[in-house]
Structures are given as structure tokens and as C-alpha cells.
């Protein structure tokens, strides 16, 4: 497959808000690729690693298919803030298209991979995080990794998996490596080097592979990481699904996930921690950093689609507020139809 004509940037902003400039090798590159609903994500998740990572130099990128005045002019007061730099990739979406995703898995799902293969040109290694990722902990560790000839250090995904990953992907090896791509620490001297963007696109061509996929990129990330990864601890991928808030109706459920050692919090699932009704201890470590953020006189997200919706009653109802919780599982039930 030809990839070259994927990564195509409109618009490339700088937000230098530093008093003594640095080029970028010489700070810790942290990117995200977001569309327009996880914008609030990406700059509450910048905001996050700077307030728990006061004493590090950074430069932080953001592959965006939308960006508008307003979230250039709130971002720009971040950077103001912490004296950092932020930049800005106004990607177009349109050539990717034909790449396969769904509903659920839209096509910004490949916006991580397009940063790989753009920054390898630049960078000898990026830290890649999904934007519904808050930071809690300090990344003096991280940072001070080295890398030899592995492509990339990532976080195993949750034990459920592990088995279904490698029957899916005909692999027994995958039970017990299957990882979560939601967090990506990339070696990119050999993801140039290993040809690693047309390896992904090669696999994405091959009909007897798209057959065995459920997550497109994350799974091709780990038919090509396989073997050839290092292996981060939890801490810094600590999975937590807030609708787990109503399915286990504890209200520490949460602590069994999240706890002192804990770096990156990552908020899976329909429900976001910056969702009007995910009213939760558990979601708090979203709100703390959200309450001193330009964002913090913003309103909250409201459910817009079907499975906001859907999941969004469960959560009132739970929460006693029932009298919108049936408003909300009836506005649920006429979309359904």
C-alpha cells in the first residue's frame, strides 16, 4: 500500500510559550492524535504530566483532523501557564479513509501511527499516549530508559485479553504479551530503521490479516511488536472503565486499579471522566487537573450519540437521579429506534 500520501498537513501551529528555547531532541517528546471529540482529552492529559513533571523540559504534539480558534487560544493559555511548548498538526483526514475502522473505532485510531513514521525522521524516540489518559506520577523513570534494537516499550493489556487476543490473531505467543497501544514509548531510530509504517500498511493489505482483526491498529501494532518490545509495568497503564461505577456498585472499586504508584490513569470505555455525568471519585484525578486549566469554566461533555446515551441513564440511575435517568433512557430509546 502506498502511505506516503496519508500524512498530509494543512497546518502545522507552534505554541512556544518557553523563555529559553530548546530543540526538541533536547526535551521529552510526548504526542497524541485526536478528532474533535477528544480534544478535552489531550489538553487535560498535557496538563497532567506538567503538573506532576514540573522539573522536566517537554515538547508536546497534538495530530488533529479539527482545530478551531478556541482550543488554539485555550491551549496557547497552557503553554502560557507551565512555560512549555505545544504544537499543533492540522492533519486531513481524508486520504485515510480507506483505511478500515468502524463507529467505534474511527479513523483517528491511525493518527498514532502516522506520528510514528512522521517524527522518525526528527526524533530518536516518542511517547505516544490515547487521549483519555490523565497522568498522576512522575516520569523521571521513563524518561531515563534506553532503548537497544526494540522497537518500543509498552504496557500489557487486561488479563481478559490475553487468551481471546491469541486465538484471534492464531497465536499463542499473544496470551500473556498482548498489548495495550493506548500507551507507546517508540525506540524511533528502529522504527525508521525496521521500516516499521510500511510493515503496518503491508499487514493492513493482506486480506488473511484484516479478517483476524477487532482492533485494527492495535492489533497490527502487535503482530509487528511481538518479540520485539519491552515490557513497562502497570503503573503506567492502569486501565479503569467508569461504567465499572454502576456494573460493581462499590464506590472503591476503583482503588483496586488506581493507586499511589500509579502514573498514567487510562479512562477506556463510553464513559469519559470528562462526561457530564461521570460523577465519580474515580474520575477525579480528571477533574483536579480540569479545575485548573484554562478549560475549567467550560462545561462538562453531554451525551450526543446513541451509545452516550445508552450508557449515560445506567450511570443516573445509579447515581438516584432518576427522574433524568428516565428522560435520558427514553431520549436513548427513540434514537434506537
Same mark, same amino acid.
Given at each position: ?16 510559550? =518557553? ?5 526538541? =531532541? ?39 483532523? %479539527? ?14 501557564? #507551565? ?26 485510531? *491511525?493518527?498514532?501511527?502516522?506520528? $510514528?513514521? #512522521? ?23 521513563? !524518561? ?40 507507546? %514509548? ?13 510493515? $503496518? ?5 493482506? &486480506? ?27 503503573? *503506567? ?8 461505577? $454502576? &456494573? &460493581?456498585?462499590?464506590?472503591? #472499586?476503583?482503588?483496586?486499579? !488506581? ?20 460523577? %465519580? ?8 487537573? *480540569? ?30 437521579? $432518576? ?15
Amino acid at each position: 500500500m502506498d502511505f506516503k500520501h496519508l500524512t498530509q498537513f494543512k497546518d502545522i501551529i507552534e505554541l512556544d510559550k =518557553r523563555p529559553v528555547k530548546l530543540d526538541e =531532541r533536547e526535551t521529552f517528546n510526548v504526542s497524541w492524535g485526536i478528532d474533535e471529540n477528544y480534544q478535552v482529552g489531550a489538553a487535560i492529559s498535557i496538563a497532567s504530566i506538567l503538573e506532576n513533571n514540573k522539573q522536566n523540559k517537554f515538547t508536546f504534539h497534538i495530530i488533529a483532523d %479539527y482545530l478551531d480558534k478556541e482550543y488554539i487560544e485555550l491551549l496557547s493559555q497552557l503553554a502560557t501557564k #507551565y512555560q512549555t511548548v505545544i504544537k499543533l498538526y492540522h492533519i486531513d483526514s481524508e486520504p485515510l479513509k480507506e483505511l478500515p475502522q468502524s463507529n467505534i473505532w474511527p479513523v483517528s485510531i *491511525y493518527y498514532r501511527l502516522l506520528s $510514528f513514521d #512522521y517524527f522518525s525522521a526528527r526524533l530518536d524516540s516518542l511517547l505516544y499516549l490515547d487521549a483519555d489518559i490523565v497522568c498522576k506520577g512522575s516520569l523521571n523513570e521513563l !524518561i531515563a530508559l534506553e532503548f537497544k534494537d526494540e522497537y518500543g516499550a509498552v504496557v500489557i493489556d487486561v488479563d481478559a485479553m490475553q487468551s481471546k487476543s491469541a486465538e484471534r490473531l492464531c497465536n499463542e505467543d499473544f496470551n500473556g504479551s498482548y498489548f495495550n497501544s493506548g500507551v507507546m %514509548y517508540i525506540n524511533l531510530r528502529e522504527w525508521l530503521k525496521q521500516r516499521l509504517t510500511e510493515k $503496518f500498511f503491508d499487514l493492513l493489505s493482506d &486480506e488473511s490479516i484484516i479478517k483476524k482483526l477487532k482492533y485494527p491498529d492495535q492489533d497490527i501494532l502487535n503482530l509487528m511488536f511481538l518479540h520485539h518490545a519491552k515490557i513497562l509495568p502497570r503503573k *503506567y497503564n492502569c486501565i479503569y472503565t467508569i461504567k465499572s461505577e $454502576f &456494573e &460493581e456498585k462499590n464506590s472503591e #472499586y476503583y482503588t483496586r486499579f !488506581i493507586n499511589d504508584e500509579t502514573v498514567f490513569i487510562h479512562y477506556t470505555g463510553v464513559t469519559k471522566p470528562w462526561h457530564d455525568w461521570a460523577n %465519580y471519585a474515580s474520575a477525579d484525578y480528571f477533574h483536579n487537573i *480540569y479545575n485548573i486549566s484554562p478549560w475549567r469554566n467550560i462545561p462538562y461533555k453531554k451525551a450526543v450519540k446513541k451509545h452516550e446515551y445508552k450508557e449515560k441513564y445506567k450511570h443516573l440511575l445509579y447515581q438516584k437521579k $432518576f427522574l433524568d435517568g428516565v428522560f435520558t433512557a427514553i431520549k436513548y430509546n427513540v434514537m434506537k429506534g
